[in-house]
């Protein structure tokens, strides 16, 4: 079984952080999070290490897809000077 907790975000200025606990299963190479109710997330690995990610509403009539990847922590500080 997996858990997500979707990361803070801002709002008016102010951090916020709504928590979610959704349960989830791995289905071949994805990570699907599928629940009676609730929207379905699908997070598929790639070979470059980034997570392709589609959203699909709870009546199953609109869907988003994102690429998602890490961001090294010298990019975020600005220590190497290089962006990835």
């Known amino acids: 079984m997996l858990h997500y907790v979707p990361a803070p975000q801002r709002s008016r200025g102010r951090a916020s952080a ?16 599928e629940e009676s109710g609730k929207s379905t997330l699908r997070f598929q690995v790639q070979d470059n290490g980034a997570l392709m990610l589609t959203w699909t509403s709870q009546d199953q ?6 690429r998602l990847r890490t961001i ?11 962006q990835q």
């Open 18 to 33: 709504d928590v979610t606990r959704r349960s989830g299963r791995i289905v071949g190479k994805d990570f699907v999070f």
């Open 61 to 66: 009539k609109t869907h988003r897809r994102a």
């Open 72 to 82: 090294g922590l010298p990019t975020v500080i600005g220590v190497t000077g290089k």
